[in-house]
């Protein structure tokens, strides 16, 4: 108990120096996210990538992009 | 103009691939990351426990341009792999899918081809290694101490020539198989192989390509460019062209038969 709260308590501090952090790997879960909801047919199934992608952090994101694309042309 | 447009395509199927707004991405994080976890380690370290009680460890703070090279260590390893990777499929993938032939059989010249699909993924990378930079320089004012924004640049320069050189390669094993895998298989192995060659007959080697990033301490710390780096920079400018007539040939050989 009293270490999540030293540990939150550490995050709220250093907030200014995170968040720069945090925004950016929400914009690249955001992006890799629209680029599956537009993709027409992607490597795998669609349910797997979105979880892929919301709970693989960064890594996730970018697994979708390298293989799970198919290029439409 | 032709090869401005071959240019514009190759930009506009890199924005529609989101690898516009990804790779940026990514190579941020990538420089970000240990400047961050480096400031941290001993909260981390305390937080985490597992120490004995009463146990003092000093740790020394690493100078700015230190933490500047872990960045760069960063690029140099998982960003060159990103850089294989997306590389991989440029020209191999066009010519599996057909697509190679239908620009081709258009009067457009191999070279004026490669060249436009080489200078597209330049700009990509060279901007997203330069959006790095910015983020890890930021990070390290921040936390860690002055470092001088000129011999960043410079730095930018010279590791910029490292990548090309990188892509270049990549570019060249493009032409010489149509299957994406064996295009990065061939890229790294020949990235490995140079490192250990290099790492071997080093002495012998000073000029050697895969020497750029060792000779980028000296240059951040005093913003002095060493002899050796203007020999390996040249280096790999030389190799970089003949990696890319390489390819023009190579393709259009195999275009041919």
Known sequence: MLLTQTVIQTIEENLPVLLPLFIIQLLLMITALVSLIRATSTRGPKWMWIIIILFLNTIGPIVYFIIGRRDDL | ?257
């Open chain 2, 1 to 257: 103009m032709q090869w401005l447009t071959l240019y514009k395509k190759e930009c506009l199927e890199s924005a529609r691939n989101f690898k516009w707004i990804w790779v940026p991405l990514v190579f941020i994080l990538l420089c970000i990351t240990d400047p961050l976890s480096t400031y941290y380690l001993p909260l981390i370290l305390e937080s985490t426990g597992g120490l004995p009680e009463g146990a003092v460890i000093e740790i020394p703070t690493p100078l700015p341009f230190e933490v500047f090279m872990m960045s760069i260590s960063q690029l140099n390893l998982l960003g060159i792999l990103v850089i294989a990777l997306i590389t991989m499929g440029t020209i191999s993938g066009e010519r599996k899918d057909g697509v190679a032939e239908l620009i081709l059989v258009k009067p457009v010249s191999y070279f004026s081809y490669i060249t436009a699909k080489w200078t597209a993924y330049m700009t990509l990378i060279l901007s997203s290694t330069f959006i790095g930079f910015l983020a890890s320089w930021y990070y390290i004012e921040l936390l860690f101490g002055d470092l001088s924004f000129t011999n960043i640049l410079l730095t930018f320069l010279f590791f910029g020539i490292w990548l090309m050189f990188v892509v270049s390669i990549s570019i060249f094993m493009n032409t010489s198989s149509k299957l994406p895998g064996i295009v990065l298989f061939l890229t790294l192995g020949t990235l490995i192989a140079m490192n250990l060659g290099t790492t071997i007959f080093s002495t012998y080697l000073e000029w050697s390509p895969s020497k750029i990033v060792s000779y980028l301490p000296v240059l951040l710390n005093n913003g002095y460019v060493p002899e050796d780096l203007w020999f390996s920079s040249f280096g790999a400018a030389i190799l970089s062209a003949l990696f890319i007539f390489g390819a023009t040939l190579l393709l259009k050989r195999r275009e041919m038969v």
